[in-house]
C-alpha cells in the first residue's frame, strides 16, 4: 500500500476509535484535542514500519537523524518488509511508545510530556511527509514543522498520554492489515520463516495466501497502488478529514471564550 493511503488510513481508524461521533466506534472516546493530535499521531505510525528502508520517503524526512535511525532499523529488521511488519515488530514499536509516554519533565511552568512531543513530532511529521505537505526541496522546512509540532504537543496536548501507546498499536496494525492485502505480503511470524510445500505452490487462489518466501497474503487489494486500493482510501480519506473536521470546530467552538477573554484583556491593558 501507497504511503499516504497508510496514513489516511491510520488517521481513519483513529478518528472511529476515539471519537464518539456518528460512525464511530468510541472504544476509547477522548476530546477534540486528543482526537486532533491523535489522528495526526497515528497516521504517522502508521507508517514507521516502512522506516526499514534507508532509501525511502521516510527515511529523508527528518535528515539526517531520520536516515540514521532507517539504518538502525534496517540492520535490526533483516531489511524492508522483513521484521517491522510482524507481530514482533509491532510488540517492538508499542513498548517503544510505552516508554516515551513515560518520559516527562518537572519545569517552572509544569510538567511537560518531552517523551511523548518528540515522538509525536517524529510521527506528524513523517504523515506530512507522505502526504506532501512539505516541498520537495530543502529539509529546514521539516524540521521547521517537526519543532513546531514537538512544542505544541508538550504543551497543549492532553495530560493523560495513556493513549500513545494504543496510537502506536492502532498504526502499525494498519500498515501491517493494509500491506497485507497487497499482493507483496508481510512475514508475520518474523524471525521465523516457514515456506510453504512444494505442491502448495501449484494450487490455483490460495498460493498466493502463503508465499513462496514464507509472508502471508489476502490480496483483495492487488499490487500497491492498484485502481482498487484507491477505490477503497478514497473514501477512508473522506472519513478521516471529516471527523478531523469536527474535531477542529468543537475545539475553536469550545475555546472562543477563552480566545476573547485574552484579546479583550490585550486591548485593556493597553
Known amino acids: ?40 499521531t497515528t497516521a504517522g505510525t502508521a507508517l514507521v514500519c516502512d ?9 529523508h524526512s527528518l535528515p539526517p537523524l531520520s536516515n540514521v535511525i532507517a539504518v538502525g532499523i534496517e540492520k535490526a529488521s533483516g531489511g524492508h518488509r522483513q521484521g517491522t511488519h510482524s507481530l514482533l515488530g509491532a510488540s517492538a514499536f508499542v513498548v517503544l511508545a510505552a516508554m516515551a509516554a513515560q518520559f516527562q519533565l518537572d519545569t517552572p511552568v509544569g510538567r ?6 518528540l515522538l509525536c513530532m517524529f510521527m506528524i511529521n513523517l504523515a ?3 502526504l506532501k505537505l512539505f516541498p520537495n526541496t530543502g529539509w529546514i522546512v521539516n524540521w521547521v514543522f517537526a519543532l513546531a509540532m514537538a512544542g505544541l504537543v508538550t504543551w497543549f496536548a492532553p495530560h493523560q498520554w ?20 497487497t499482493t507483496g505480503g508481510v512475514p508475520l511470524l518474523w524471525p521465523i520463516v516457514i515456506k510453504p510445500p512444494k505442491f502448495w505452490r501449484k494450487l490455483p487462489l490460495v498460493s498466493g495466501i502463503w508465499r513462496a518466501n514464507g509472508a502471508f497474503s489476502i490480496p483483495l487489494l492487488g499490487k500497491a497502488g492498484s485502481r482498487r486500493e484507491w477505490l ?5 480519506g473522506g472519513y478521516a478529514m471529516v471527523g478531523l473536521g469536527l474535531a477542529a470546530w468543537a475545539l475553536i467552538r469550545n475555546n472562543w471564550p477563552a480566545v476573547f477573554s485574552a484579546v479583550g484583556s490585550l486591548i485593556q491593558g493597553r
Open 162 to 181: 495513556s493513549w500513545l501507546p494504543l496510537a502506536m498499536l492502532t498504526g502499525v496494525a494498519v500498515h501491517i492489515v493494509g500491506d497485507m492485502i
Open 51 to 59: 522506516w526499514d528502508h534507508r532509501s525511502s520517503t521516510i527515511a
Open 128 to 130: 506530512a511527509k507522505a
Open 112 to 117: 511537560l510530556s518531552v517523551g511523548a512531543g
Open 232 to 236: 477503497v482510501l478514497i473514501p477512508v
Open 1 to 40: 500500500m501507497m504511503g499516504g493511503h497508510h496514513a489516511a488510513s491510520g488517521a481513519a481508524a483513529w478518528v472511529a476509535i476515539a471519537s464518539t461521533g456518528p460512525y464511530a466506534l468510541g472504544w476509547y472516546p477522548l476530546d477534540a484535542t486528543g482526537i486532533l493530535i491523535g489522528a495526526m
